[in-house]
């Protein structure tokens, strides 16, 4: 299995898309397995947390920049002809 680039630990707002929600799934199996303890499992979900808050914005400014190069490539009402 391939090495794993370590995100744990990096400033949420400095990762890429990719980035955070590939750290965000490991984050779920760790919950998942049921292996942490309480403290390890809470602290995990406030990382978690910040990541989805992280994606979020990051697919909302994605969203919001594909809006505007559409609205830009429309061509005008009074032009078409």
């Not at 949420?12 to 990719?18: G, H, I, P, Y």
């Not at 292996?35 to 969203?63: F, K, N, T, V």
Request: charged letters at 35%; a negative charge; hydrophobic letters at 35%.
């Amino acid at each position: 299995m391939p090495a794993k680039k370590k995100t744990t630990g990096t400033d949420v707002a400095k990762l890429s898309f990719e980035a955070a929600s590939a750290e965000l799934e490991e984050i779920l199996q760790k919950i998942d397995s049921g292996e942490q303890g309480l403290e390890d499992a809470m602290a995990l979900h406030r990382r978690g947390q910040r990541l989805l808050s992280h994606c979020r914005s990051l697919l909302d400014r994605a969203d919001q920049e594909l809006k505007e190069v559409s609205l830009d490539d429309l061509e005008p009402a009074d032009e078409a002809d």
